[in-house]
């Protein structure tokens, strides 16, 4: 390549060109684009998550980003790309873990169905089930301490939450009462 | 004739460097010959019946909505985080599920409030007295600040604006100037949107349409 160059002047001009010095220009534009595709159906899918994983708490859906509306860089639009990436994984394997709890939290219900005795004062709420509500399965003795001494368990399944009460208190009931869960507002099983 | 039968739309220029990474970025707007004021009782049952329709379980479906999404896609690519700095739509769902209610305040919010609502896409209003020539979207230049007043706080170079033809007058999907929103005293008003992708215009001819509809419905029942 450099006696190349070397042949192409005339004699005694000769110039010395190193690869290094030649300009190089970049298109990043092709590369910016497919980025922002990138980051558009990543946040899609994410918002798809989100919307999938309701009434779920607790899962963290934060992909941070700083600063005000700019025309982002190469490695911000990286950078942002790999982080939502990172956070759409992350709540799918969250969202399937919690899959998992609330399979073996509807299993766990069939079998104090089946059997309460095996399972005393087992308790189960719509909240472990992925639900939103107060319901729940609670195994109890029938008749108290005599259930419990003769070992007559059954599951109490509460209907759902207490209604509102307003500033003024169920009518009956001091201002501060508050009924237990389950118990004022639910019908027993069998 | 009303302000909304007249309504004039135009397109703001969008700067090269900025056109170049968001073609299908547009500013869109209309000069509105009304003010704000009083929201008229219409306008409040309005309101109302538009609470009575929203629910919680729309708050939560909406980032799947075409337009909301749109608008969510578009703050991740300049670099805002939506759940952070929630888009318009979003941030209106929030505060609408907290208070209750779309809330009443004056005839402009009112009508801002409707037309985003009912289409997704935000409107946002200047004094059209404030306003030197067209809109434009560009980036900010070094130095430049936010408004024309002295104490007009100093925007980081780089930073996407809508200015006028003498200085920035607001940060994109952010704050207005100072000095130039609309007062009491504000007689015409520059409405402008923002179109991004995945937001057809149809949608933000129809947020403008409504936003003018309303304040016209407002001015007619003051005047």
Same mark, same amino acid.
């Given at each position: 390549?450099?006696? &190349? &160059? $070397?042949?192409?002047?005339? %004699?005694?001009?000769?110039?010395?060109?190193?690869? @290094?010095?030649?300009?190089? $220009?970049?298109?990043?534009?092709?590369?910016?684009?497919?980025?922002?595709?990138?980051?558009?159906?990543?946040?899609?899918?994410?918002? %798809?998550?989100?919307?999938?994983?309701?009434?779920?708490?607790?899962?963290?859906?934060?992909?941070? !980003?700083?600063?005000?509306?700019?025309?982002?860089?190469?490695?911000?639009?990286?950078? &942002?790309?790999?982080?939502?990436?990172?956070?759409? *994984? @992350?709540?799918?394997?969250?969202?399937?873990?919690?899959?998992? $709890?609330?399979?073996?939290?509807?299993?766990?219900?069939?079998?104090?169905?089946? $059997?309460?005795?095996?399972?005393?004062?087992?308790?189960?709420?719509?909240? *472990?089930?992925?639900?939103?509500?107060?319901? !729940?399965?609670?195994?109890?003795?029938?008749?108290?301490?005599?259930?419990?001494?003769?070992?007559?368990?059954?599951?109490?399944? !509460?209907?759902?939450?207490?209604?509102?009460?307003?500033?003024?208190?169920?009518?009956?009931?001091?201002?501060?009462?508050?009924?237990? *869960?389950?118990?004022?507002? !639910? *019908?027993?099983?069998? | 004739?009303?302000?909304?039968?007249?309504?004039?739309?135009?397109?703001?220029? /969008?700067?090269?460097?900025?056109?170049?990474?968001?073609?299908?970025?547009?500013? /869109?707007?209309?000069?509105?010959?009304?003010?704000?004021?009083? #929201?008229?009782?219409?306008?409040?049952?309005?309101?109302?019946?538009?609470? +009575?329709?929203?629910?919680?379980?729309?708050?939560?479906?909406?980032?799947?909505?075409? /337009?909301?999404?749109?608008?969510?896609?578009?703050?991740?690519?300049?670099?805002?985080?939506?759940?952070?700095?929630?888009?318009?739509?979003?941030?209106?769902?929030?505060?609408?599920?907290?208070?209750?209610?779309?809330?009443?305040?004056?005839?402009?919010? +009112?009508?801002?409030?409707?037309?985003?609502?009912?289409?997704?896409?935000?409107? =946002?209003?200047?004094?059209?007295?404030?306003?030197?020539?067209?809109?434009?979207?560009?980036?900010?230049?070094?130095?430049?600040?936010?408004?024309?007043?002295?104490?007009?706080?100093?925007?980081?170079?780089?930073?996407?604006? /809508?200015?006028?033809?003498?200085?920035?007058?607001?940060?994109?999907?952010?704050?207005?100037?100072?000095?130039?929103?609309?007062? +009491?005293? #504000?007689?015409?008003?520059?409405?402008?949107?923002?179109?991004?992708?995945?937001?057809?215009?149809?949608?933000?001819?129809?947020?403008? =349409?409504?936003?003018?509809?309303?304040?016209?419905?407002?001015?007619?029942?003051?005047?």
């Amino acid at each position: 390549m450099v006696e &190349l &160059l $070397e042949h192409s002047h005339p %004699a005694g001009t000769v110039r010395q060109v190193s690869p @290094a010095s030649l300009p190089v $220009e970049i298109d990043e534009r092709a590369a910016r684009r497919s980025l922002r595709e990138q980051i558009a159906k990543l946040e899609q899918e994410l918002a %798809a998550a989100f919307v999938a994983a309701y009434p779920r708490s607790g899962i963290d859906w934060t992909v941070g !980003s700083r600063g005000g509306p700019r025309v982002l860089s190469l490695g911000e639009l990286e950078q &942002l790309r790999d982080d939502l990436a990172e956070r759409l *994984h @992350a709540v799918r394997v969250a969202l399937g873990e919690r899959a998992e $709890e609330e399979a073996q939290a509807r299993a766990l219900i069939e079998c104090m169905l089946l $059997e309460p005795a095996r399972y005393k004062w087992v308790r189960v709420t719509n909240a *472990h089930l992925g639900l939103t509500g107060c319901r !729940s399965w609670h195994v109890r003795p029938r008749f108290g301490v005599i259930g419990m001494l003769m070992g007559w368990w059954r599951v109490k399944i !509460s209907s759902g939450c207490p209604l509102a009460t307003g500033r003024g208190g169920r009518r009956g009931l001091p201002v501060n009462f508050s009924a237990p *869960h389950g118990v004022v507002n !639910s *019908h027993g099983s069998p | 004739m009303g302000e909304a039968d007249a309504l004039e739309l135009r397109s703001g220029s /969008v700067a090269a460097d900025v056109c170049e990474e968001f073609p299908e970025l547009t500013l /869109v707007f209309a000069e509105v010959a009304v003010g704000s004021g009083r #929201t008229p009782e219409e306008v409040k049952l309005q309101l109302r019946l538009l609470s +009575d329709r929203f629910r919680g379980a729309q708050a939560i479906a909406m980032r799947q909505d075409a /337009v909301p999404q749109a608008y969510r896609v578009f703050y991740r690519q300049v670099g805002l985080d939506p759940d952070a700095e929630r888009t318009p739509v979003e941030a209106t769902a929030v505060k609408r599920l907290l208070d209750g209610a779309f809330r009443s305040r004056n005839l402009l919010d +009112d009508a801002l409030t409707i037309a985003l609502v009912e289409t997704g896409v935000p409107i =946002w209003a200047f004094d059209a007295d404030a306003v030197d020539g067209d809109l434009s979207i560009r980036l900010a230049a070094p130095g430049e600040r936010l408004g024309r007043q002295e104490q007009a706080p100093p925007l980081p170079s780089g930073r996407m604006v /809508v200015a006028d033809e003498r200085s920035p007058l607001a940060v994109l999907f952010g704050e207005l100037a100072p000095g130039h929103g609309v007062t +009491d005293r #504000t007689r015409r008003m520059v409405l402008f949107s923002l179109q991004v992708a995945g937001v057809p215009a149809i949608h933000v001819e129809e947020a403008l =349409w409504a936003c003018a509809t309303v304040l016209d419905a407002g001015e007619l029942r003051t005047s």
